[in-house]
């Protein structure tokens, strides 16, 4: 990948027709070792969130060792780069061929499962092993996401302990639960009150867990969608796990995805016309623009361009490139009211569910990518020069043209052994 110091140096020097995410390792980098210094548990990161072989080597040599993986092609993807790789299967319904493939072919020990067919299923492809992690994938009641991720997945509460004991009885080596708040979670208590429900159901089961693993939906800060401190989160989750009714030897499992690689990555974008107040874009819903489509979240945005900008700024709405008129992005996003065909834009936080859920449709979609060396728009990592975006804060930065500036050096600290 060619590095530049900015988006307006790649500009300069390409003028790309082609979207490109701009993607900043270190800050991967740094929000991995806050993980692995802050949370007193292991850590996998869910590939699903951004599948870029530059995100799994950055995690790999950041420290991260395990890996939460949905599907074959994600753990052919992760034993390419990193062979030696802990892998959890935590999707709760597989294939019999993937689970013989991941089992037999890439000594895949973990799976989720949240009903009993899911169980014979996973005992039957691996030959009647019991040398399994059998993780039983828990639905709980929380508040507080962005989306919510109990409807698909889960045993109920109430039906969970004989899925426990079965899958007690069915492994001697570990047995675990998970479950998930939903993602972008707000709120740091849904974790330690989905805890206590699991914990529950334990008792009520008469088993012990070996593994608890409290899944994904750690946020990252967008407008309009400020999270408390993520040292929250982990108190919360601590504080749950002190009070579950666990042996000494249970691990404690987290599976960020979202929160490790949201900063890492934006998306640079071309406008192919101007009408009115309305912007067509050369990326959009059916490229990494899903969630500003179909979730209406108004990503942060600035303009790159040479010269000068107005000082006024104006609302704008997006259309992607496709003829589907699905491909809107509503925003509103604040830009300068002089913005014009030919401008490029820079839409940031994007390393999370962007270039990931990319189609092809139309013979859209494909992305170039560049490392670039500036700071990202927003950060929970004390990345940016700003923490928090507020609205008079993205007006200041809609007005700024994007100039040249030095690489800044690698932030971060060191990883601190468990």
Same mark, same amino acid.
């Given at each position: 990948?060619?590095?530049? /110091?900015?988006?307006? *140096?790649?500009?300069?020097?390409?003028?790309?027709?082609?979207?490109?995410?701009?993607? &900043?390792?270190? @800050?991967?980098?740094?929000?991995?070792?806050?993980?692995?210094?802050?949370?007193?548990?292991?850590?996998?990161?869910? $590939?699903?969130?951004?599948?870029?072989?530059?995100? =799994?080597?950055?995690? $790999?040599?950041?420290?991260?060792?395990?890996?939460? $993986?949905?599907?074959? !092609?994600?753990?052919?993807?992760?034993?390419?780069?990193?062979?030696?790789? &802990?892998?959890?299967?935590?999707?709760? $319904?597989?294939?019999?061929?993937? =689970?013989?493939?991941?089992? /037999?072919?890439?000594?895949?020990?973990?799976?989720?499962?949240?009903?009993?067919?899911?169980?014979?299923? =996973?005992?039957?492809?691996?030959?009647?092993?019991? %040398?399994?992690?059998?993780?039983?994938?828990?639905?709980?009641?929380?508040?507080? !996401?962005?989306?919510?991720?109990?409807?698909?997945?889960?045993?109920?509460?109430?039906? !969970?302990?004989?899925?426990?004991?079965?899958?007690?009885?069915?492994?001697?080596?570990?047995?675990?639960?998970?479950?998930?708040?939903?993602s972008q979670c707000? #709120?740091?208590?849904?974790?330690?009150?989905?805890?206590?429900?699991?914990? #529950?159901?334990?008792? &009520?089961?008469?088993?012990?867990?070996?593994?608890?693993?409290?899944?994904?939906?750690?946020?990252?800060?967008?407008? +309009?969608?400020?999270?408390? *401190?993520?040292?929250?989160?982990?108190?919360?989750?601590?504080?749950?796990f002190g009070e579950?009714?666990?042996?000494?030897?249970?691990?404690?499992?987290?599976?960020?995805?979202?929160?490790?690689?949201?900063?890492?990555?934006?998306?640079?974008?071309?406008?192919?016309?101007?009408?009115?107040? @309305?912007?067509?874009?050369?990326?959009?819903?059916?490229?990494?623009?899903?969630?500003?489509?179909?979730?209406?979240?108004?990503f942060p945005v600035?303009?790159?361009?040479?010269?000068?900008?107005?000082? %006024?700024?104006?609302?704008?709405?997006?259309?992607?490139?496709?003829?589907?008129?699905?491909? /809107?992005?509503?925003?509103?996003?604040?830009?300068?009211?002089?913005?014009?065909?030919?401008?490029?834009?820079?839409?940031?936080?994007?390393?999370?569910?962007?270039? !990931?859920?990319?189609?092809?449709?139309? +013979?859209?979609?494909?992305?170039?990518?560049?490392?670039?060396?500036?700071?990202?728009?927003?950060?929970?990592?004390?990345?940016?020069?700003?923490?928090?975006?507020?609205? &008079? @804060?993205?007006?200041? *930065?809609?007005?700024?043209?994007?100039?040249?500036?030095?690489?800044?050096?690698?932030?971060?600290?060191?990883?601190?052994?468990?």
């Amino acid at each position: 990948m060619d590095t530049y /110091h900015n988006s307006l *140096d790649l500009v300069r020097d390409r003028s790309p027709e082609r979207p490109v995410a701009l993607v &900043r390792p270190d @800050a991967a980098a740094v929000a991995a070792h806050w993980f692995q210094d802050k949370f007193k548990g292991d850590v996998f990161y869910a $590939v699903k969130a951004n599948p870029s072989p530059w995100v =799994i080597e950055t995690l $790999v040599k950041a420290g991260v060792t395990s890996f939460d $993986v949905a599907s074959m !092609a994600e753990i052919e993807l992760v034993r390419s780069v990193a062979p030696q790789a &802990r892998l959890a299967f935590m999707h709760p $319904v597989k294939s019999r061929a993937a =689970i013989a493939a991941a089992y /037999h072919k890439h000594g895949v020990k973990t799976f989720a499962l949240d009903c009993q067919e899911e169980l014979e299923k =996973i005992l039957e492809s691996t030959g009647g092993a019991d %040398d399994l992690n059998l993780i039983v994938r828990m639905a709980v009641q929380t508040e507080g !996401a962005a989306y919510t991720l109990s409807g698909k997945f889960g045993v109920s509460i109430d039906q !969970a302990p004989a899925l426990l004991l079965a899958a007690r009885q069915a492994t001697t080596a570990m047995m675990g639960v998970s479950f998930h708040v939903g993602s972008q979670c707000m #709120r740091p208590t849904a974790y330690q009150a989905a805890m206590s429900q699991v914990s #529950r159901a334990l008792v &009520r089961a008469g088993v012990l867990a070996d593994v608890v693993d409290v899944g994904g939906g750690f946020p990252s800060v967008y407008p +309009g969608m400020v999270p408390p *401190d993520m040292s929250e989160y982990v108190d919360a989750i601590h504080r749950g796990f002190g009070e579950m009714m666990v042996h000494e030897t249970t691990e404690l499992w987290c599976e960020p995805g979202r929160a490790l690689v949201a900063e890492s990555s934006s998306v640079l974008c071309k406008v192919d016309l101007r009408k009115g107040d @309305a912007l067509y874009l050369n990326d959009g819903s059916y490229g990494s623009l899903f969630d500003a489509t179909h979730s209406k979240w108004p990503f942060p945005v600035k303009l790159v361009r040479e010269g000068e900008a107005s000082a %006024d700024l104006k609302p704008f709405r997006f259309y992607g490139p496709t003829c589907d008129s699905i491909d /809107h992005m509503p925003g509103p996003f604040w830009l300068p009211a002089d913005i014009q065909e030919g401008d490029y834009i820079e839409i940031g936080m994007m390393g999370a569910y962007g270039v !990931a859920m990319s189609t092809g449709f139309n +013979g859209y979609g494909e992305h170039d990518t560049a490392i670039v060396g500036d700071p990202p728009m927003a950060s929970l990592y004390g990345l940016a020069r700003r923490s928090i975006p507020t609205r &008079r @804060a993205e007006e200041e *930065d809609a007005r700024k043209v994007v100039r040249f500036s030095r690489p800044k050096g690698k932030a971060g600290v060191r990883r601190r052994r468990k």
